[in-house]
């Protein structure tokens, strides 16, 4: 078996004689279980870790990432695998978080690659059925300058409309006990936009 990347196995390293030794107690209580408030779903891009950005403690954040922060509408459970749908219902379900943020960034891969694809350009066998998601949002975009921009604002609000879809979602918006978020980051000045 091959040792690990020497960077991870530092990271470790570093974790263990500084947050950890700092947090050690926390730690050993959620050995017991999770009562995070809020679900975060986010992009898989590296710059965009929702943990620190909200400089969050071990335990506060519920989070799910995948390409393009995407939250798909509600379908049957046996037509396909749906990853990020039972996260969503584990969270809302079981969890019983009280927020739930749809978190966008500046230059998402993720949204340039619906944009590529709506330009009939090439974009990877996976990735294109999944960022289809987008098209619709895409399809609505009006005349602007950055279309980039433009869309990864859509595609969040997009993302809270799909969350509607799901019935143990609208239930539990619909008692109070749940409310939907949208924000976008800006990686290079590190300034947060919530969004309506």
């Not at 620190?52 to 046996?78: H, S, W």
């Not at 969350?163 to 619909?174: E, Y």
Request: charge should be neutral.
């Amino acid at each position: 078996m091959k040792s690990a990347p020497q960077s991870l196995l530092a990271g470790y390293q570093r974790f263990r004689s500084g947050r950890y030794k700092e947090e050690a107690d926390r730690y050993a209580a959620l050995e017991g279980g999770q009562a995070p408030e809020t679900m975060v779903i986010a992009c898989a891009d590296s710059r965009v870790d929702p943990a620190t950005i909200f400089n969050a403690a071990p335990g506060e954040l519920f989070i799910v990432r995948n390409v393009a922060n995407l939250v798909p509408p509600c379908m049957p459970a046996d037509s396909g695998l749906h990853g990020t749908s039972a996260a969503l219902q584990f969270a809302v379900e079981s969890l019983h978080v009280k927020n739930i943020l749809v978190l966008g960034h500046a230059g998402c891969g993720g949204v340039a690659a619906c944009l590529a694809a709506g330009a009939d350009q090439p974009v990877g066998n996976f990735i294109k059925p999944w960022v289809k998601l987008l098209d619709r949002a895409r399809a609505d975009l009006g005349p602007t300058q950055d279309r980039q921009t433009a869309l990864e604002h859509a595609g969040v609000r997009q993302s809270i409309s799909n969350l509607a879809t799901f019935p143990f979602v609208g239930k539990a918006i619909s008692t109070g006990e749940l409310k939907l978020f949208g924000a976008w980051f800006s990686i290079g000045l590190g300034e947060l936009v919530w969004l309506d």
